[in-house]
Each structure stands twice: as C-alpha cells, then as structure tokens.
C-alpha cells in the first residue's frame, strides 16, 4: 500500500497541472468552438518568458509571474486579434489548421531564441516536504494541487459572479442570444484566449519547475487534450476531474509497468484511458451530450 501510494499521490498531484492547462482548451473552445492545438506551446513559451525574466535578467520572483501573466496576456490577444478573429465564419476545420500553424511558429521562436538545450527554472519551492500517510510529498508537488485549485476557485467565482464572466457562459451557451442582448461576442472571445494563455503559463511554470524548460515539452498539450476530451469539452469542472485521474493513473501505471517493459508505459496510459472514456461516453465524462437530428 505504501508503495501503490507514493505512485498515487504524486500522480494526482501533477493531475492538476493537466487540468490547469486543459482549461485553457476549454474556455476557447466554450466560446469560438475551436480546439486550439497550440495550446502545448502556449504552456512552454510561458515558462520561457519566465525563465527569461527571473533566470537571464534577475528580476524578483513575484515581478517574473506578473511580467510573464502579462506577456501571456498580449500573446492570446495578438493571436485571437490577428490571426482567429479574420477567420470568423470560415469552416472551422481551417481555424483549427491555423492553430496548428501557430504551433509550429511559436516552436521555431523558442529554438530561435533560447535554443535547443533544456533550461533550469530557479526553484520555487523550498527543498523537503510532508509526510502523508507514510509518504513523503514534495513541496513542489503540493503547490502543484494548491495553486491549480485556487485558481480553479478564482475562474469558478469569475464565470459565477463577474458580469465579464457571465457574458462569456453566455456566449459559451449561444453565441446568437448573446448577440441580440448586445454582447459582444468578439470581445469575449478575446478575453477566452487571454484568460488561457494566463492559466497556461501559470501551468507551464510549476510543470518545468521540475523537469526543466525544453521546447519538446509542447507534448503535454496533448495530455492536455486527452484531459479535456475525457472530462468534456465544455466542462470546467470535468477537466478538474480528468486531469488528477489521469496524472494519477500515468503515474501508478509508469511505477509498476515501466520495470516490466523499459518504459513508456506513462506515455501510452492517458491515451488508453482517453479511448476507453469515448467508447462509454462519446461526449466525456462531463460533456454535454448533444442529440442532432440526420
């Protein structure tokens, strides 16, 4: 038991990181519709702006966050003005295409200035942990859950309570209805695409605070996407709910696995669970299931 709950805990723990970065998937796609596949590299070039800052420059850690918050700010904007809006009305397939492009772009820009060689954060959490149940919990691993919870708490008071948020699940539901109560829903989708570039760099910091910041970490957009198609693509607090158990069973398949077949098996196990959600539930675990007529 000791040993299934030091692959468990950990696992659940770096769950909340995929949930965090698949929220960004999910608030671009509740109000435009589109599945953003440069969502990986909206994680990384966030933790390279934050690397640039606190690392190269030596700015202090809290003026690092927010320099890189806003940074992240201007990038979905740029992208969502620039690049989604002309789009508006166009088969969606093509929006989705161009999202890949921009990918591809912003990869090449990470090589192209920090180059290729994996990059060390300066650490954020104190050295040790706690000890749960037997187990010793890093510090990393438990502001992981505590800062992915928390702002999971601020968005859900944010979409409840905020007239800004209401619009924007107004939107989410019916883009049409929104429009005619004077919303405008092109404002609103670049504030989806600014609040996930935020969550994304978050995101993208506390995951490399750990394994480093390497552009082929972009990968975990797709973990991001096993999460959000699993728990739902217009759910909130389905990500919330795939992202721990998916981390958690990664995690416990890779400890008893991965010495069985020399690795890989972490890799392979979101992907797995993924498959066998939509054969159950096409529609996630949380999603909304939509009956149209043929």
Same mark, same amino acid.
């Given at each position: 038991m000791t040993e299934f709950l030091s692959y468990l805990i950990p696992g659940i723990m770096t769950g909340f @990181?995929?949930?965090? @970065?698949?929220?960004?998937?999910?608030? @671009?796609y509740k109000c435009s519709g589109v599945l953003n596949l440069a969502q990986g590299e909206?994680? *990384? !070039?966030?933790?390279?702006?934050?690397?640039?800052?606190?690392?190269q420059m030596g700015f202090p850690l809290s003026v690092s966050i927010l320099g890189t918050i806003v940074s992240a700010i201007v990038l979905g904007l740029l992208v969502e003005r620039l690049v989604i809006r002309p789009l508006i009305g166009q088969? !969606?397939?093509? +929006?989705?295409?161009?999202t890949l492009a921009i990918a591809v772009i912003l990869r090449g820009l990470m090589i192209m200035i920090w180059g290729p060689a994996t990059l060390s954060l300066p650490r954020l959490f104190p050295v040790g942990g706690i000890n749960l149940v037997g187990i010793s919990i890093s510090y990393e691993h438990l502001f992981f859950a505590i800062v992915s919870v928390v702002l999971?708490? *601020?968005?859900?008071?944010?979409f409840r309570y905020a007239i800004t948020g209401l619009r924007m699940m107004a939107v989410a539901d019916d883009q049409q209805? %929104?429009?005619? +109560?004077?919303?405008?829903?092109?404002?609103?989708?670049?504030? %989806?695409?600014? @609040?996930?570039?935020i969550v994304s760099s978050v995101g993208g910091i506390l995951l490399t605070s750990i394994i480093g910041v390497h552009y082929s970490a972009t990968g975990v957009g797709l973990r991001a996407i096993a999460v959000v198609l699993a728990g739902g693509l217009q759910s909130v607090g389905g990500v919330l709910v795939a992202g721990p158990l998916i981390g958690a069973i990664e995690s416990v398949a890779a400890g008893y696995l991965d010495p069985l077949v020399g690795g890989g098996v972490s890799d392979v196990a979101a992907y797995a669970v993924l498959i066998l959600v939509l054969i159950v539930r096409p529609f996630g675990l949380f999603g909304w299931k939509k009956i149209e007529r043929v």
């Amino acid at each position: 038991m000791t040993e299934f709950l030091s692959y468990l805990i950990p696992g659940i723990m770096t769950g909340f @990181i995929y949930a965090l @970065i698949a929220l960004g998937f999910v608030l @671009i796609y509740k109000c435009s519709g589109v599945l953003n596949l440069a969502q990986g590299e909206l994680v *990384i !070039i966030g933790a390279y702006v934050f690397y640039a800052l606190r690392g190269q420059m030596g700015f202090p850690l809290s003026v690092s966050i927010l320099g890189t918050i806003v940074s992240a700010i201007v990038l979905g904007l740029l992208v969502e003005r620039l690049v989604i809006r002309p789009l508006i009305g166009q088969p !969606i397939l093509a +929006v989705i295409l161009v999202t890949l492009a921009i990918a591809v772009i912003l990869r090449g820009l990470m090589i192209m200035i920090w180059g290729p060689a994996t990059l060390s954060l300066p650490r954020l959490f104190p050295v040790g942990g706690i000890n749960l149940v037997g187990i010793s919990i890093s510090y990393e691993h438990l502001f992981f859950a505590i800062v992915s919870v928390v702002l999971f708490g *601020i968005l859900f008071l944010f979409f409840r309570y905020a007239i800004t948020g209401l619009r924007m699940m107004a939107v989410a539901d019916d883009q049409q209805a %929104a429009q005619s +109560v004077g919303i405008r829903v092109s404002t609103v989708m670049a504030m %989806a695409w600014a @609040i996930a570039a935020i969550v994304s760099s978050v995101g993208g910091i506390l995951l490399t605070s750990i394994i480093g910041v390497h552009y082929s970490a972009t990968g975990v957009g797709l973990r991001a996407i096993a999460v959000v198609l699993a728990g739902g693509l217009q759910s909130v607090g389905g990500v919330l709910v795939a992202g721990p158990l998916i981390g958690a069973i990664e995690s416990v398949a890779a400890g008893y696995l991965d010495p069985l077949v020399g690795g890989g098996v972490s890799d392979v196990a979101a992907y797995a669970v993924l498959i066998l959600v939509l054969i159950v539930r096409p529609f996630g675990l949380f999603g909304w299931k939509k009956i149209e007529r043929v």
